[in-house]
């Protein structure tokens, strides 16, 4: 795969340092430089590889927000290896799915965050979201983001630093 990266011009810069390692080609390519099927006109798609799942996955924005924040999240130190992405979470009747979650030695969450794409705010409802996964989870660490806000507690305190494992 070629060294540089495709044309993003369409996807926000986010407030996270950029990944030294993410792979994105052209949705439907098997790599990059492949020339491109289809009709012209058709806008064009990419996929990323996702740093947990090892299988390529369209890029939706996001999909864009979650890649960074994994690829940050193991830059400071947490476990790639103990890193889930959209793990099921039951709170009473409902279901939902925590966007990232990464568990401790036991196997018990450590820290659940739930991603939003850059357009959308984090709002009440978001933490209200997060809230209804914490009661499932129990984590120690929580994030919402939107890639250009980052909201974080720890569990007890809130806090503008994210947490390190």
Known sequence: ????????????VLNFPR????????AG????????????????????LCLVRKKWVLLEPEEWVRQHLLHYLVELGWPLGRTLVE??????QARGRIDVAILDERGQPALIAECKAPSIALTQATLDQLGRYQLDAKAHHLIATNGQQHLVWQYGKSTTQFPSP
């Open 87 to 92: 793990m099921p979470a039951k709170f009473g």
């Open 1 to 12: 795969m070629p060294d540089t990266m495709p044309d993003l011009s369409s996807f926000e």
């Open 19 to 26: 990944p030294k390692a993410m792979k994105i080609r052209q």
């Open 29 to 48: 390519q098997r790599d990059i430089a492949d020339k491109p099927t289809g009709a012209a006109d058709k806008p064009t798609r990419f996929e990323v």
